[in-house]
Nanobody, 114 residues
Framework: VQLVESGGGLVQPGGSLRLSCAASGFTFSMFAMSWYRQAPGKERELVAHITSAGGITNYANSVLGRFTISRDNAKNTVYLQMNSLKPEDTAVYLC????????WGKGTLVTVSS
């Protein structure tokens, strides 16, 4: 089982990034997928969640209206489009897959700074 995140980097405030999480080793279409983030010295928090078929999404209040989660079950990939980024969005972003089992990726670092 693998979840491999990509797309992180350094971006200026107000900028955008698109994160991807490529899944392998399990039946991706049967798993709900989430993005979490963890900033230095802070607890891990749920950012966005999408159901297995992609019909329902949920977001943390802090990112509502700025971030969009989506998935392509044909490509075994989940995405997080992040717009209007703020310095407080700086964190390691981790991909999570959940059904009867739970799997985690290792994360990708997003730094929002001028």
């Amino acid at each position: 089982v693998q979840l491999v995140e990509s797309g992180g980097g350094l971006v200026q405030p107000g900028g955008s990034l698109r994160l991807s999480c490529a899944a392998s080793g399990f039946t991706f279409s049967m798993f709900a997928m989430s993005w979490y983030r963890q900033a230095p010295g802070k607890e891990r928090e749920l950012v966005a969640h999408i159901t297995s078929a992609g019909g329902i999404t949920n977001y943390a209040n802090s990112v509502l209206g700025r971030f969009t989660i989506s998935r392509d079950n044909a490509k075994n990939t989940v995405y997080l489009q992040m717009n209007s980024l703020k310095p407080e969005d700086t964190a390691v972003y981790l991909c999570n897959a959940q059904a009867l089992m739970t799997y985690w990726g290792k994360g990708t670092l997003v730094t929002v700074s001028s």
